[in-house]
């Protein structure tokens, strides 16, 4: 398997960073036409190499839907501003200044720090200036009589951080007033003059345009036949936005380019490439162009640039859920490893260069919609980076030897998945189930893991050729009948207050996960074991939680009860 290694050397991080230093050019705020300029830039980049594409046109109008998602307005920022403590901040300094689909308007007056419950009390007339809950906040501004809105994020110090609204048509009923951004360091500065008694004065000023419709470009290139291996990796944010995820797009160009020449017909899987706009891109391609019967496996490239010394990163490789256990992550793990080495040991072993894990499933990018869909999906990021989502996220704080690891990681499991030997394959899946249960093990029982992964493997050796596994007869107890991302919003827009249950219920992060990796185990197991499976995945989970989520959404029919 190691010599996948010496053929992935030919992917060049200069080229990867020439091509971030390209996308980085384009304001890519989902709705804006700048996103699509930064599509059509992919697009012409695949031409000029002989790369098939196809390039399809969905919409932002406010109101279409992908899935359970509904895409926000169109809008293009054309200025903003903010004045105050006599400094005035514009977006020549960052587009950043302007939450992303804020209405055009101007306000002047005294600011006011939502810094407790009783101060939106006070909010009518006055700038709010608010450091979490955005949207919420947002709106209960506009209800609550504030003429303006101010954000900021902890931990961002002297950059604008990236803040958006994703308002829908709807919203424009009641979302009025401008809002902006403003770096930490400048918001607490506000904060600390009120907390002593002042008065700080603001003026802020946003002008944008709201076309009605803007093009949602899905960028999708195929190299061979399918079935294919699917990489993924979104091209909207904000300008800057290098490591996030200018990294990840500009790695799938040059992973094409690679690809499409060294394949030949001796390959039992073809390549196909997709550049689309978070989420909403990933929805749209699937419920309008995928057929899902073409992909083995999606590896999704999400800010893959990131390093400890530059951004405090750890290079993360999120698993395949149990629910889709493929050898996929395993391999992407075995190569980091074989090429994350730097200096040696006291017997001459060779050291990490950067801090590597892999970790069981998480949400957070594109890779999710693929998995509830039945495609094995996994992703290498690096996480965490300080400058993430702020204006400080820019090429001169990536990492090349962190794009070099990930990306020859990622090459040399393509071309190991596509032309290595069955007999090889196989017994590196027998050691990585080893592995992989192993670890398991080590805290709790995996009876009905071991299962998974059996079946698991038989699904990776109908695509490999490589004999091992086994399935089961499904005896799911639930149906998924509206699969997508599922938010408090969209109960929300099916039922109100079993939308406030819903967001109240799923406010700690780690049960919304737990929650999508239930209904894909609940499709395959009964009720008990679905539970006891993901007991043995990621440990404790608050059992009785989920059951009242799966309550709420079998009233607002996402679920039906087989």
Same mark, same amino acid.
């Given at each position: ?20 230093? !390209? ?22 980049? @695949? ?19 992908? %899935? ?24 020549? *300094? ?10 055009? #308007? ?60 994703? @308002?829908?048509?709807?919203?424009? /009923? ?82 094409? +380019? ?11 899987? #073809? ?34 640039? #990131? ?36 200096? /040696? ?33 996994? *992703? ?13 996220? /820019?090429?001169?704080?990536?990492? +090349?030897?962190?794009? !070099?690891?990930?990306? +020859? ?5 393509? @071309?190991?998945?596509? +032309? ?13 189930? *080893? ?11 995996? !009876? ?22 086994? #399935? ?40 919304? %996960? ?49």
């Amino acid at each position: 398997m190691r010599r996948f290694l010496k053929e992935a050397e030919i992917f060049d991080a200069d080229e990867v960073l020439s091509y971030i230093g !390209e996308i980085t050019r384009f304001h890519r705020i989902q709705g804006s036409r700048e996103l699509v300029e930064a599509a059509e830039f992919i697009q012409r980049e @695949l031409a000029s190499w002989g790369i098939k594409t196809e390039f399809y046109r969905e919409t932002y109008d406010g109101e279409g839907t992908y %899935l359970t998602l509904t895409v926000p307005i169109a809008w293009n920022l054309i200025r903003a501003s903010v004045e105050a403590f006599g400094e005035r901040f514009t977006d020549s *300094m960052s587009p950043l200044i302007a939450m992303a689909h804020s209405p055009s #308007g101007e306000a002047e007056g005294e600011v006011l720090p939502i810094l407790r419950e009783s101060d939106w009390e006070s909010a009518g007339g006055k700038i709010v200036l608010v450091g979490s809950g955005w949207r919420d906040a947002y709106r209960r501004a506009n209800e609550a009589g504030a003429i303006g809105f101010i954000a900021y994020r902890e931990g961002t110090g002297r950059a604008f951080p990236y803040i958006g609204l994703f @308002l829908r048509k709807g919203d424009l /009923s009641w979302a009025r007033i401008p809002a902006v951004t403003l770096p930490e360091e400048t918001a607490k500065k506000i904060i600390s003059k009120v907390n002593s008694g002042e008065s700080v004065e603001a003026k802020i000023s946003v002008e944008a345009e709201s076309p009605g419709r803007e093009t949602l470009p899905i960028v999708y290139a195929t190299v061979g036949k399918a079935p294919y291996i699917l990489f993924t990796a979104h091209i909207c944010h904000p300008k800057p936005g290098a490591n996030d995820n200018a990294s990840g797009s500009a790695t799938l160009v040059e992973l094409a +380019k690679i690809l499409s020449g060294l394949y030949d017909e001796s390959f039992r899987l #073809g390549f196909a490439f997709l550049w689309i706009p978070e989420y909403y891109g990933t929805q749209a391609f699937i419920e309008e162009y995928a057929n899902i019967d073409d992909y083995y496996a999606v590896i999704n490239l999400d800010m893959v640039a #990131g390093s400890e010394d530059r951004a405090g990163s750890t290079i993360m490789l999120v698993r395949e859920p149990l629910s889709r256990f493929s050898i996929v992550s395993g391999l992407l793990e075995y190569y980091i490893e074989a090429l994350n080495g730097r200096g /040696s040991s006291f017997s001459g072993s060779v050291l990490p260069a950067f801090k590597f894990k892999s970790y069981a499933y998480e949400m957070g990018s594109d890779h999710d919609v693929f998995n509830f869909f039945g495609i094995p999906s996994t *992703m290498p990021i690096t996480w965490p980076d300080r400058f993430y989502h702020s204006s400080e996220d /820019s090429v001169e704080k990536l990492s +090349k030897e962190t794009l !070099e690891v990930i990306g +020859k990681a990622v090459l040399a499991a393509a @071309l190991a998945l596509a +032309k290595g030997n069955k007999e090889e394959l196989r017994r590196f899946a027998r050691g990585y189930a *080893m592995k992989y249960l192993g670890e398991l093990s080590r805290d709790r029982e995996t !009876e009905i893991s071991e299962r998974l992964v059996m079946a698991g493997l038989a699904r990776d050796s109908r695509f490999l050729g490589m004999e091992i596994g086994h #399935g089961f007869e499904s005896r799911g107890w639930l149906r998924w009948e509206k699969k997508g991302i599922i938010s408090g919003e969209y109960v929300s827009s099916m039922d109100e207050e079993l939308g406030k249950e819903f967001k109240e219920l799923t406010r700690e992060r780690k049960v919304l %996960l737990h929650l999508h990796e239930l209904l894909m185990l609940s499709e395959l197991l009964p009720e008990e074991e679905a539970f006891k499976a993901l007991e043995e995945e990621f440990g404790e989970v608050e059992g009785e939680k989920l059951k009242k989520l799966v309550q709420i959404l079998e009233k607002t029919g996402i679920l039906r009860r087989l």
